[in-house]
């Protein structure tokens, strides 16, 4: 397995134009997070998602952030309209059930940065 | 709500040195805690989880539920172990399953001196 595959690694864009970033979880994994990583605020958890359906939104910073997981092998992440201020990395991570709970396995991140 | 602290951003220290890196959690209930690790253009890993009790890398932490806190130790510092760690707590239900939700601390910058 290629574990946690997140796109883009790295955008550019400007301010007031749609994200849209996207993640394939590692196949079995019930468990599906979105986290952003900030030099001010280390890892903030976003959203998750159980067996595809969203158990946990109230880290979504406003509602120019929405997530949906249509089938157990997909994710996105999009922001419309962006801003400066979501410029960070944003991680996805996916995790199991069973003994290996807890245990979060995690993409590359993409890197966003909004001008 | 929990709350998992790291106070230092940034530590540095020499190599061979001993270094513990301080993480405090708020949570009236049960809480699992974990060390993950990131090293340089590598993915966030897990290091080790406070139920399993085991020393990775030479590295140890101990839940201490009085002060609320899960330091992680190493007694003799490596060049290779400088990286970004984070510490992170995930709640128990009362039957001992868990929540799925993570909860991570601002993260510690580890420096390792030649």
């Known amino acids: 397995d290629a574990g946690v595959i997140q796109s883009p690694r790295h955008e550019v864009t400007e301010m007031g134009q749609e994200v849209t970033l996207r993640c394939k979880p590692i196949?079995?994994?019930?468990?599906l997070f979105w986290y952003r990583q900030t030099m001010m605020r280390g890892l903030e958890l976003l959203i998750y998602?159980?067996?595809?359906?969203?158990?946990?939104d109230s880290g979504m910073p406003e509602d120019r952030f929405s997530a949906k997981m249509p089938n157990a092998s997909f994710s996105t992440l999009k922001i419309q309209p962006s801003e400066p201020r979501d410029s960070a990395v944003y991680f996805c991570?996916?995790?199991?059930?069973?003994?290996?709970?807890?245990?979060?396995?995690f993409g590359e991140g993409s890197r966003l940065t909004v001008l | 709500a929990q709350r998992v602290t790291q106070p230092e951003k940034l530590l540095s220290v020499f190599k061979g040195a001993p270094v513990e890196l301080k993480c405090n959690y708020s949570?009236?209930?049960?809480?699992?805690l974990f060390w993950y690790v990131q090293y340089s253009r590598q993915r966030l890993q897990l290091l080790l989880r406070?139920?399993s009790r085991e020393s990775i890398k030479g590295f140890t932490a101990d839940l201490n539920k009085g002060e609320t806190s899960f330091h992680l130790k190493k007694p003799f510092a490596q060049e290779e172990d400088s990286a970004m760690y984070y510490c992170?707590?995930?709640?128990?239900?009362?039957?001992?399953?868990?929540?799925?939700?993570?909860?991570f601390g601002q993260g510690t910058i580890l420096t390792v001196h030649p």
């Open positions: 991570a996916s995790s199991p059930l069973g003994p290996s709970a807890g245990e979060l396995f």
């Open positions: 196949s079995g994994h019930d468990y």
């Open positions: 998602f159980n067996n595809n359906v969203p158990i946990d």
């Open positions: 949570y009236s209930g049960s809480p699992e």
């Open positions: 406070h139920i």
């Open positions: 992170a707590l995930r709640l128990l239900k009362a039957g001992g399953t868990s929540y799925g939700k993570l909860t």
